[in-house]
């Protein structure tokens, strides 16, 4: 495709899904102990357990080598201009390491911050993929993404906020601590960072409170959804089914395995609920 597209592992598309559109996926690096690695090689289970047990689990973006060798590897295959679309620049330092990398690249290297991660970030970069896949011009591309980032919104659901300001990601958010270990914060990502959404005694009616938030946000517009967890349980499945049934104009709608870098900020437990409206 004359545009490539190339976002981050914080973005959470299926492999599938990214290789079915050309999509190519820079990885987050973790830190854990003293391995440091892209987090697609790290064991999902043990990160898991490292978390629970209070081991010291850190993020750190792409080094600007990784990006520019994605960036090459699309002027190889044919790209003339390269869309990259990437997690908050409030959330994490990846969009320098993508900026960096850009300089040294021969065809024009588009670097947009989307203000936001999960799959917000990727459903606008499978509309951008789709976009150049139609032969849509870099321009158009980058309108198809900026405006999906804009209309979706991330509806998150975690069991502690420990873990973010462990990380230093707790933005908003931080208005929440202190509250009884009973009471589940429900979170969303606004101007770039973490906010507060609600607060709600006990995980399961806050679960219930964060579909019915996924359903007002819906109203009667064609989204796409997606649920993120790092393991996919029956929670997750009923929650999907649940929107299936309750959602009157949707899309897709999939369940996704959280990116491990993501699980490292919101801990073992927390899943999220993208509603990402299709443009009219």
């Known amino acids: 495709m004359p545009v490539a597209v190339i976002t981050d592992s914080t973005a959470c598309i299926p492999e599938q899904l990214a290789a079915q559109w050309g999509i190519s996926v820079v990885q987050v690096q973790l830190v854990a102990g003293d391995r440091i690695d892209d987090e697609g090689r790290f064991d999902r289970a043990e990160l898991i357990e490292m978390l629970r047990a209070g081991r010291t689990v850190s993020t750190r973006p792409p080094d600007p080598g990784a990006f520019f060798w994605a960036y090459q590897d699309a002027v190889s295959a044919g790209a003339d201009a390269i869309v990259s679309l990437h997690i908050s620049s409030k959330l994490s330092g990846t969009i320098d390491a993508a900026r960096e990398a850009a300089q040294q690249v021969k065809v024009p290297v588009y ?21 150049a896949a139609a032969g849509g011009q870099v321009q158009r591309v980058m309108e198809v993404a900026d405006r999906r980032v804009r209309a979706s919104s991330e509806l998150i659901y975690v069991d502690t906020l420990e873990y973010l300001r462990r990380g230093g990601r707790i933005g908003a958010a931080q208005a929440l601590l202190g509250s009884a270990l009973s009471i589940k914060p429900l979170l969303t990502v606004q101007n770039g960072e973490v906010a507060p959404l609600s607060r709600v005694p006990g995980a399961k009616r806050a679960l219930g409170k964060l579909a019915d938030l996924a359903v ?29 049934h309750r959602v009157p104009a949707l899309g897709e709608i999939m369940l996704v395995q959280a990116s491990t870098v993501i699980g490292a900020h919101v801990g073992p437990g927390a899943l999220g609920i993208t509603v990402s409206p299709l443009a009219s």
């Open 111 to 131: 670097v947009l911050d989307s203000g936001t991660t999960s799959m917000s970030l990727g459903f606008a970069a499978l509309s951008a993929a789709r976009t």
């Open 216 to 244: 007002r946000r819906a109203g009667e517009h064609k989204v796409d959804i997606a649920v993120a967890c790092a393991t996919p349980s029956d929670r997750e499945l009923t929650l999907v089914q649940q929107l299936r």
